[in-house]
């Protein structure tokens, strides 16, 4: 896919930033304001396919690091299972919110009722988010860069098939 | 408290903790990653054992995800669970054994069949392993969506193994039909729990099991959660995926796809006796079970007659073996309310056909691995291209025999003992089903004698010439699977005893089911 | 037995859905067929979930005195959309691998598959 | 497939959800509410969180979410291995 026009390329730039930094927004205040880890998530990947239109696949590549994608998201699953695991081996069971009302990192307790939110609370619910918005932001942007190889070989005319018959061939 | 009293959710968790770390596990060396794969499986068989010791000892096993306490599904002052629970019986652990196992021989098998110049296989480890998290997590599970999120696991991941050998075209055709028919499948099931959590305000099985009142809602959900799952197992009306699916999947995923389409069978068992058998008409039920069988078994088998392609003709095998499990387990539940036929023939038939499942999924996964083993020598499905093997592949031959015998119903090995049992205690409750159950029996005893002849004996054609015997790993996978066989086919009292008989028993006794979430008696 | 529109627009869609895998030859029209099916489903929960003059089940800044909607169906829909999600893309993509095969999208044209 | 029987399956599927949806509680007005109801009154003090979605979705059904994150990851390694170039990892 060939870059787009400077104008298009100036706006991405400019927008790309404030569509990440609203995925993150979404992400950490997933426990307080509608969202989570999964629409945080398609947000920020929504960035990435910004990118990919306004510059072209090589460059967003380079600029989102590709080939770091698949370990981004496997650390996303990771955090999320060990968490889950914590909740076994330092709780009581699987999936157990052993941070919850303790105290400490994300600890606090809430008031019942209407009220304006903590940001400090939920135990592990905020990590839990964090962990799926990384694994769903890489894993997205994985698709949509698979996509666009895909897609461009067709273009192209490059028949699969075809390959194949020359390397025999030769 | 030790950690072993984790050991439900560690089944599923330790498969899934090392399929999310294969892409890192992946940059060290590629036998870490295998090594990897194969000691989680092997590491959930272990965890099924000591589930199952806990069955024999205490009664299903409950597991609460993120309670204060894992095995006590209702705290006091509670009516309803609120949370995700495991809930094991002897149906259940049944199903995982099998089903672990045959995963476990499968990833023992790619090590050496899938070819690391084919590329793409720490993906490959990771589906296969996301794969036997799906099956697993549908045998195992206790709730409703649960249930659903596995079964979309299961498929996805079977999906994109099919699709292993893009290059042919045939089998990415194959992933999309098999794509389009249990994508719809799974909508359907999904738009079935809607409707029951619509009415009961629950996803728990048992909870709705319990407060089940026959409406007509629930009597859609109930026609819908049938003739989805049917179709997922590959029941015969709904059978087109099957032979295309199998026939083009790479050999070790084929294997354990068999026991993928088996715990689409177990929800299928798990629906019309534990939720809908309190209540429902349970007659009707059993009839449709075993229409169903009658129509796979007999269809299956003439289907295969006809073929060339060797794994293709082992899958409309496989369509006609899961009506003999639909047979024996239809019966039991057309004389559900009946005690006295129950006792006299309904539970042998239930047993007979529950044993019917893990064996088809020793014997089946055997066929297709060797058929796998001939294909990585000779790159060829087709019967008319091969010939002569014996003399070159002799271990590859001794399982085919095993495998071939053991489907056909020959004495001493494992197909014979769960047929011997279907066939006499279907025949106290309707003689012509046993008869068409032998005939079909006969047929597939046709089919692979011709198999066995084309393929392995007869003249050596120019091709075989420099065929050498498969690397030591097939070798090994493939013996995993023989063994468990042989012993199946002469211990067959231990396995009713131990495994076959009970997960009869607690099919049937849904009460038990309920109480061990709800409490108390119904 | 009261019919409601919300309850007529799911049967709809999902008999859309079913119309179009079944009598589309298009393998696009196909995949978007299974997802208005799965637009259905999710709608189905949607509406089983919602009680009358509800608001979103969440405390922060909530208006005061309104009953808040059930919210399991809201999750159950949330798991849906994502393995909905995950349904299209791997669809999609076999559909990109079927074109690069064989050069069309046509069902008729794509049968190397029998029986 | 016969273009009747197309028909007849779609129009089958058509009455029969229909009737389903016929006998299903007015809409607006759940028949029960009792979990969802005690989600709502007891997620505050047990998760500490003032989203409801949010704790079901990763407290009291966080097993499900687990699924559904390796469905998605299932889906990726799926389409990178479908697209895969021969030959490399």
Redesign the interface.
Same mark, same amino acid.
Not at chain 4, 17 to 24: C, R, S
């Given at each position: 896919m060939k870059p787009m026009s400077k104008i298009v390329r100036t706006v991405a730039a400019s927008i790309g930033w404030f569509v990440f930094v609203f995925g993150i927004y979404v992400i950490v205040h997933g426990h307080l304001t509608p969202g989570g880890g999964f629409q945080g998530g398609a947000v920020m990947a929504t960035g990435v396919a910004l990118l990919i239109v306004a510059y072209g696949g090589w460059s967003a590549e380079k600029c989102v690091r590709k080939e770091r994608l698949p370990v981004f998201e496997s650390a996303g699953l990771l955090t999320f299972i060990l968490l889950a695991f914590g909740g076994a081996f330092l709780g009581v069971t699987f999936f157990f919110n052993f941070l919850a009302n303790k105290g400490g990192l994300f600890g606090d307790t809430l008031p019942v009722g209407i009220n304006p939110g903590i940001f400090n609370s939920a135990g592990v619910i905020p990590l839990m988010n964090m962990g799926v918005g990384m694994e769903v932001l890489a894993g997205i942007s994985l698709i949509l860069f698979a996509m666009f190889y895909g897609t461009k070989k067709v273009r192209e005319g490059t028949c699969l098939a075809d390959n194949e018959k020359k390397e025999e061939d030769a | 408290m030790s950690w072993t009293e984790h050991a439900p959710i560690l089944i599923i968790a330790a498969p899934l903790l090392v399929s999310f770390a294969i892409p890192l596990l992946e940059r060290i060396d590629y036998r870490v990653r295998n090594a990897a794969a194969v000691a989680s499986l092997v590491f959930s068989i272990w965890m099924v054992l000591i589930v199952l010791h806990k069955i024999w000892v205490s009664g299903p096993v409950v597991y609460v995800f993120g309670a204060k306490s894992a095995f006590l599904p209702l705290p006091s002052g509670f009516k309803f669970p609120v949370r995700i629970m495991f809930e094991i019986d002897h149906m259940s652990a049944f199903m995982a054994l099998s089903g672990s196992i045959a995963a476990t021989v499968g990833v023992i098998y790619s090590w050496a069949f899938i070819r690391e110049k084919e590329g793409g296989l720490g993906k490959y480890y990771s589906l296969f392993l996301l794969m036997s998290v799906g099956m697993l997590g549908m045998e195992l599970t206790g709730d409703a969506f649960n249930f659903f999120v596995f079964l979309e696991i299961a498929s996805i991941a079977s999906f994109g193994l099919i699709a292993y050998r893009r290059e042919d075209p045939a089998s990415v055709e194959a992933s999309f039909k098999y794509m389009i028919v249990s994508t719809i499948g799974a909508i359907f099931v999904l738009v079935a729990i809607g409707f029951l959590y619509g009415r009961y305000d629950a996803l728990n099985m048992a909870y709705i099991a319990k407060h089940m009142k026959l409406g007509i809602v629930e009597r859609v959900a109930f026609v819908l959660l049938v003739v989805s799952l049917a179709m997922k197992a590959g029941a015969v009306p709904m059978h087109m995926w099957v032979s295309d699916a199998y026939g083009r999947a790479p050999a070790a995923v084929t294997a354990t796809l068999v026991s993928v389409s088996q715990a689409s069978l177990y929800g299928l068992f798990r629906v019309m006796f534990s939720m809908f058998g309190v209540t429902m008409n349970n007659h009707f039920g059993g009839w449709m079970l075993i229409i169903f069988g009658l129509l796979s078994m007999f269809i299956g088998v003439t289907m295969a007659m006809v073929q060339k392609d060797i794994k293709r003709l082992m899958a409309y095998h496989a369509i006609s073996q899961t009506g003999y499990m639909l047979l024996g387990v239809g019966v039991g539940l057309a004389v559900l309310d009946n005690p006295v036929a129950l006792k006299s023939y309904g539970l042998a038939a239930m047993t007979g056909g529950i044993f019917h499942i893990m064996n088809h999924a020793m014997y089946k996964g055997l066929l297709f691995l060797t058929a796998g083993a001939i294909f990585y020598r000779l790159r060829t499905f087709n019967l008319n291209e091969m010939g002569g093997l014996a003399r070159k592949m002799k271990y590859t031959t001794i399982y085919f025999i095993i495998g071939a015998a053991a489907i056909a119903g020959l004495p001493p090995f494992n197909g014979f003992a769960s047929k011997l049992i279907i066939y006499e205690s279907v025949y106290k409750f309707n003689p012509l089903l046993s008869v068409v159950a032998m005939v079909v029996s006969v047929l597939t005893l046709a089919s692979f004698v011709k198999v066995f002849h084309s393929a392995f004996l007869g003249p050596e054609i120019s091709k075989v010439k420099n065929v050498r015997e498969v690397p030591r790993s097939m070798v090994i996978g493939m013996g995993v699977m023989a063994v468990i066989c042989v012993l199946f086919g002469l211990f067959p009292g231990m396995v009713v005893k131990y495994l076959a008989g009970p997960a009869a028993a607690s099919l049937v006794n849904h009460t038990a089911y309920i109480s061990s979430v709800i409490g108390g008696g119904m | 037995m009261f019919y409601d529109l919300h309850y007529i627009t799911i049967v709809f869609l999902i008999a859309l859905g079913i119309y179009a895998v079944m009598f589309q030859h298009n393998l696009i029209k196909i995949a978007i067929g299974i997802d208005i099916l799965e637009s259905g489903a999710n709608l189905l929960l949607i509406v089983l979930g919602y009680r009358n003059g509800g608001v979103a089940p969440i405390f922060t800044m909530a208006p005061q005195g309104k009953t808040m909607v059930l919210p399991t169906p809201q999750a159950l829909t949330l798991t849906a959309i994502v393995i909905g999600l995950a349904t299209t893309a791997l669809m999609l993509s076999l559909i990109v691998m079927l074109y690069r095969h064989y050069g069309t999208l046509d069902t008729r044209e794509i049968r190397r598959l029998k029986g | 497939m016969k273009i009747g029987v197309?028909i007849a399956?779609?129009l089958l599927?058509?009455s029969?959800? $229909?009737?389903?949806?016929?006998?299903?509680?007015?809409?607006? +007005?759940?028949?029960? %509410? %009792?979990?969802?109801d005690?989600?709502?009154k007891h997620?505050?003090?047990?998760? =500490?969180?003032?989203?409801?979605?949010?704790? /079901? +979705?990763?407290?009291?059904?966080?097993?499900?979410?687990?699924?559904? =994150?390796?469905? $998605?990851?299932? =889906? +990726? $390694?799926?389409? +990178?291995? /479908?697209?895969?170039? =021969?030959?490399?990892?």
């Open positions: - | - | - | 197309k399956i779609v599927l058509f029969f959800l $229909l009737m389903g949806l016929g006998f299903m509680h007015q809409y607006g +007005v759940p028949l029960k %509410s %009792s979990m969802d005690y989600f709502i997620a505050q003090e047990e998760t =500490a969180t003032n989203n409801v979605v949010t704790s /079901i +979705v990763f407290d009291y059904r966080g097993f499900d979410t687990l699924g559904e =994150a390796s469905v $998605l990851f299932t =889906a +990726v $390694l799926g389409v +990178v291995m /479908i697209f895969r170039e =021969a030959g490399k990892k």
